[in-house]
T-cell receptor, first 114, second 113 residues
C-alpha cells in the first residue's frame, strides 16, 4: 500500500543509452513532480504535472521528457544518458496543484551512468 | 533567484538533548515553508509546515519557528532520539501557485548515544 512508488530503485547504465523511470501514486493527488538529488544531497525540482498537464518545467535538458498517461502516473524518460545525469531521482505528489499542498515523496531511483 | 540555505551542514547532539536546525530564505514574499526529514536510502518525509501568517507551530516533539523580519526559520526537536538521525531540509514554497518548492541544502543530524 505504498503511497508513492517508483521503479526501478536502482538503475546502472552506459553513457548514450535511453532509460525510463516510472512513478505511481495511489493517494488520489492531482499533481506529481520529479526532483533530482545530486551527490551533495541538493534537491531540485525538474518537472511538475497537474492533471496530466505540464505546469513546471525547470531548466532541464530536453533529453529529459516527462510523460503523464493519467494523473496517477508520471514517468521520466531520459535520452542519450550522460555521466552528469547520475543522481537520485525522486517522484512526489500533492493534493493541490497550487499553494499549500504538502508533497509526498517516493523512495527514489538511484541512477548511475558509466 | 530565490535561494534557501542552512547554516550548518552537520549537527551532532547527545541523545536526550534538544536539537535546533536553522534555515534562511531569500524571498520576502514566501508564504509557506516545510521541513522534511530524509533517512538514508529513503525519500524526504514531511515533518511539519508553517504559513507566513504564523511565527510558531508545534507538532509532536518538533517546533518550527518563523522570523519573517530576518527571513529565518528553525526546527527544534525535543529530546532527540537515535531515530531522529537523518538529513533535514527546509523547503520554501515561495509565492507562486505552482507547488514549486525550493529546498535548502540539508543539515545532517547525528545523534550520539
Amino acid at each position: 500500500d505504498t503511497a508513492v512508488s517508483q521503479t526501478p530503485k536502482y538503475l546502472v547504465t552506459q553513457m548514450g543509452n535511453d532509460k525510463s523511470i516510472k512513478c505511481e501514486q495511489n493517494l488520489g493527488h492531482d499533481t506529481m513532480y520529479w526532483y533530482k538529488q545530486d551527490s551533495k544531497k541538493f534537491l531540485k525540482i525538474m518537472f511538475s504535472y497537474n492533471n496530466k498537464e505540464l505546469i513546471i518545467n525547470e531548466t532541464v535538458p530536453n533529453r529529459f521528457s516527462p510523460k503523464s498517461p493519467d494523473k496517477a502516473h508520471l514517468n521520466l524518460h531520459i535520452n542519450s544518458l550522460e555521466l552528469g545525469d547520475s543522481a537520485v531521482y525522486f517522484c512526489a505528489s500533492s493534493q493541490a496543484g497550487a499553494a499549500f499542498g504538502t508533497q509526498y515523496f517516493g523512495p527514489g531511483t538511484r541512477l548511475l551512468v558509466l | 533567484g530565490e535561494s534557501v540555505g542552512l547554516h550548518l551542514p552537520t549537527l551532532s547532539v547527545q541523545e536526550g538533548d534538544n536539537s535546533i536546525i536553522n534555515c534562511a530564505y531569500s524571498n520576502s514574499a514566501s508564504d509557506y515553508f516545510i521541513w522534511y526529514k530524509q533517512e538514508s536510502g529513503k525519500g524526504p518525509q514531511f515533518i511539519i509546515d508553517i504559513r507566513s501568517n504564523m511565527d510558531k507551530r508545534q507538532g509532536q516533539r518538533v517546533t518550527v519557528l518563523l522570523n519573517k523580519t530576518v527571513k529565518h526559520l528553525s526546527l527544534q526537536i525535543a529530546a532527540t532520539q537515535p531515530g531522529d538521525s537523518a538529513v533535514y531540509f527546509c523547503a520554501d514554497h515561495g509565492s507562486s501557485n505552482t507547488g514549486k518548492l525550493i529546498f535548502g541544502q540539508g543539515t545532517t543530524l547525528q545523534v550520539k548515544p
